[in-house]
């Protein structure tokens, strides 16, 4: 069983992108620069933001953090995305979900200008991913994608099983890992909260994504002998052990399901630093278009 390490591939992949934006802003004299936006004052939400800002600082990317306070209404939060989207000095948007009750995350998504859409949650930029036109890829399939490609797993002919089909998670990895392309190839069988027998399809699968959001979900007797198994899931779990109280978990019974595996993710380090990866390639990919530099 190897582990597949989101740490290290993570450090490898933005030391590339560190590289490739110093070269850029030498020609440019620009530098990419991500914006984001936090409303409220959800911890969670406030550890990723903040994990995201520091990491643009790391590869010489300019960044922006924008907070708004839980009541700020919907109009007003547009108004804000509007400015964001006329900012020419802005490469890239990013609205950290989720957002408080009476604000819709569709209604900001779609607000959000498609060239500045690095999360690659708008509608136009899920289309393009969907035909297979040259698009931003939802970042966190696109560091899954990533983490495959580093380990020079080949899912070409293998069966996939992807549990859950959020639009951020479950479906585009659904899409992206059946594409004719690479990664892709594969069978991919999507599975939900109503699948019939959903070990029947995780015990037949070569390769298994669980992305659903409940803690140790998917158990050793759900796997087969030799399986890859992404765990996207992040869940924060008493533990009387730890000085917060509490540690994270993924969707996955990690210490029973990893020794029946040919590579496994773990939680924390394994999809999470992947997500911010692809979240920088995708605004250096926005920086460059939006500069010509081809
Ligand atoms: N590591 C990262 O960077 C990262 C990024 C994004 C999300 N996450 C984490 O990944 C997890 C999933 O996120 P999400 O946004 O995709 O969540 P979500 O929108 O809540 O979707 C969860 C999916 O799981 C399915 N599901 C729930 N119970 C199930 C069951 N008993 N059997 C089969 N499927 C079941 C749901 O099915 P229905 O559609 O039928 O309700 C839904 O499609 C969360 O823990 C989240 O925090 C991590």
């Known amino acids: 069983m ?6 290290a591939v993570s450090a490898h992949i933005k030391s590339q992108i560190k590289e490739e934006a110093a ?14 936006v936090l409303v409220g004052n959800n911890p969670a939400s ?3 933001v903040g994990s995201k800002v520091r990491t643009c600082e790391e590869l010489g990317f300019d960044s922006t953090l924008l907070r708004f306070d839980g ?6 939060l547009l108004a804000e995305i509007q400015k964001l989207n006329d900012n020419e000095a802005v490469d890239g948007i990013l609205v950290q979900l989720p957002l408080p009750g009476h604000i819709s995350p569709d209604m900001v998504i779609n607000n959000i200008d498609p060239a500045k859409d690095v999360d690659g ?25 990533l983490m495959l490609e580093h380990y020079n797993i080949d899912t070409t002919g293998m069966n996939c099983v992807v549990i859950g089909r959020s639009n951020i998670v479950g479906t585009p990895m659904t899409v992206l890992l059946g594409r004719n392309g690479t990664p892709g190839n594969a069978t991919v069988t999507m599975c939900h909260s109503k699948t019939k027998d959903l070990k029947e399809h995780t015990l037949r699968a070569d390769l298994i994504v669980a ?9 050793a007797d759900m796997v087969k002998d030799g399986a890859i198994v992404i765990d996207v899931g992040i869940n924060r779990i008493d533990d009387a052990t730890k000085k917060s109280g509490s540690r994270l978990v993924g969707d996955v019974d990690f210490d029973n399901v990893a020794p029946k595996c040919s590579y496994i993710t773990p939680v924390p380090k394994g999809v999470g630093p992947m997500t911010i990866c692809g979240l920088m390639k995708n605004t250096l990919e926005a920086f460059k278009l939006r500069n010509n530099i081809h």
């Open 23 to 36: 070269s850029l802003s030498a020609k440019t004299g620009k530098k990419p620069h991500l914006a984001a």
């Open 2 to 7: 190897q582990i597949l390490d989101g740490t």
């Open 46 to 48: 406030e550890s990723y």
């Open 121 to 145: 949650f708008h509608p136009i930029t899920q289309g393009k991913m969907l035909l297979g036109q040259r698009s931003f890829l939802p970042a966190t399939p696109y560091g899954i994608l």
């Open 211 to 219: 992305a659903i959001g409940r803690s140790f979900f998917l158990k």
């Open 71 to 76: 009541d700020i209404t919907e109009q007003q």
